[in-house]
């Protein structure tokens, strides 16, 4: 038996609207894959979302995101740090980056369920979600798409922003890495796209 709620089945089918959007771009975002069934299934829940539905809840979405952001950032980032850190001039630059990296993972940990939450509640109203059926295998697929989420939001989090801060605290030269990374990223795309090819090819 199917568990999902009407709000968490239009949070899905949003969620499976931009997915289905970027996949019929031949383009695939590492870190979120899926199966031929998957697709499918995701293909028939962001049906009932028209485009300009869809771009609504793009900006509803970012628009309660950012306000959750501020008042993270004011309410609990700068409280947080003026109180650790009374003095900037002799802060550690290691306890300064993990403690951005833990509010940023509590901003977007949190921050982003809710907007969501909230968007699709907004925007998706009675007819979407009139329109949408629940089916076997939607919980587990929202809870693929959940852990996705989370495994991106712990790299970005625990090792993009701490190690970014470093670089620039101990004024580390990094030109061949930086370059070396922009030519990984480009080639990730590459592969992306490719496999996006190959996949509109077979269907």
């Known amino acids: 038996m199917n568990g999902m709620t009407s709000s968490a089945l239009a949070r899905l089918a949003f969620w499976a609207k931009g997915m289905v959007s970027i996949n019929d771009a031949r383009m695939e975002w590492p870190g979120f894959s899926y199966s031929d069934a998957e ?15 869809y771009q609504l809840f793009t900006i509803v979405n970012a628009v309660i995101f950012i306000t959750i952001a501020a008042i993270g950032i ?3 980032f700068l409280p947080l740090a003026t109180l650790l850190f009374p003095v900037p001039a002799e802060t550690s630059a290691l306890k300064f980056s993990l403690l951005l990296a833990a509010c940023a ?9 809710i907007s969501m939450r909230l968007s699709a509640m907004l925007v998706g109203g009675k007819t979407v979600r009139a329109a949408l059926a629940p089916a076997p295998g939607d919980e587990a697929l929202a809870s693929k798409v959940s852990w996705q989420i989370n495994r991106i939001m712990l790299i970005m989090c625990g090792l993009l922003v ?10 580390i030269k990094t030109g061949p890495i930086i370059t ?3 030519w990984l990223a480009i080639a990730l795309m590459a592969v992306s796209t490719v496999t996006g090819l190959r996949r509109q090819k077979k269907s």
Do not use: C, H, N, Q
Not at 39 to 53: D, K, N, Q
């Open 39 to 53: 697709w499918a299934r995701m293909r028939t829940l962001s049906e009932p979302i028209g485009v300009g539905t």
């Open 74 to 76: 004011f309410g609990v």
């Open 105 to 113: 993972f509590l901003i977007i940990g949190l921050g982003l369920p």
């Open 180 to 182: 070396a990374l922009k």
């Open 162 to 171: 701490p190690g970014i801060l470093l670089f620039i605290a101990y004024d």
